[in-house]
């Protein structure tokens, strides 16, 4: 067993019953015929094996969507902490461990606790792969920068840039971290006081799935119209932030920027 969760864990043991209970009537039935009894075993055992892993994996791969939903659908980082915070401790698997710090992190960062989320993130101790190193040094990235740490935010980027330029075949994974270093690096020059390429900001605003990916980059847009005095556009951009953005830091950073303007 290697889920976390305890109706996969009693899903997999009641796939492994019963296919004890059908060797058990098999041999029952079969009495001293040994071929037939041995060769139904051996269909019996590989069953519940497949049978045992499939199901824990549909119901670990259910419960971790439900959770992430109270992050990515509800922004309540709070309720997906609480239910998530003991998930990464009892999963097993040294990747699928990894991706379970590195969801944790998320939260402590929609939060607005980023000091947490780097904590976090680095206990999963992610790395080894294309995917595993990108989304490190991408979150990474994101967490200093939040949290005011300029040039180390910069530094981890052009770690992530030399990355990317390493990925040989996997060309979809690569053209995705190209975006999220392109909007990374924007949202870099824009907190420095430059401006940002406003038309592929609003281009990804547009394709981009997750609320907290739209506050991100409504973020970066709004200080961008604060640099470059459009004040009307940021009241606009920020009253956004405030309506979208749930119980995450966002709201609270709009508010903030909203009541000083």
């Not at 990108?134 to 530094?155: A, H, M, P, V």
């Not at 030399?162 to 075949?169: E, G």
């Not at 979809?172 to 909007?183: A, E, S, W």
């Amino acid at each position: 067993m290697r889920s976390p969760y305890k109706k996969a864990k009693a899903a997999y043991i009641l796939v492994w019953v019963l296919a004890l209970l059908l060797i058990f009537f098999i041999w029952m039935r079969n009495g001293t015929n040994l071929m037939p009894s041995i060769i139904s075993t051996l269909l019996s055992l590989a069953m519940g094996f497949f049978v045992s892993r499939l199901l824990e994996n549909i119901i670990t791969n259910t419960e971790t969507t439900k959770r992430l939903g109270y992050l990515h659908m509800e922004l309540d980082p709070d309720k997906f902490i609480s239910s998530y915070s003991w998930v990464p401790e009892k999963t097993k698997g040294e990747k699928e461990r990894m991706i379970s710090y590195a969801y944790l992190s998320f939260g402590y960062e929609a939060k607005g606790d980023f000091k947490e989320a780097l904590k976090t993130l680095e206990e999963g101790k992610i790395g080894g792969s294309d995917s595993m190193d990108t989304l490190y040094l991408s979150s990474k990235c994101r967490y200093l920068l939040e949290d005011g740490n300029i040039d180390e935010s910069r530094e981890t980027l052009n770690q992530l840039e030399k990355r990317i330029d390493d990925i040989k075949d996997n060309q979809g994974l690569k053209d995705n971290q190209r975006q999220v270093q392109y909007v990374l690096s924007e949202r870099l020059d824009v907190v420095q006081g430059g401006g940002v390429d406003l038309e592929y900001l609003q281009s990804r605003l547009k394709e981009t799935q997750y609320k907290i990916g739209r506050l991100e980059i409504l973020s970066a847009i709004a200080l961008h119209y604060k640099n470059t005095g459009k004040k009307k556009k940021e009241i606009e951009t920020l009253n956004m932030i405030k309506e979208e953005g749930g119980d995450t830091w966002y709201t609270k950073w709009a508010e903030e920027r909203l009541s000083s303007s």
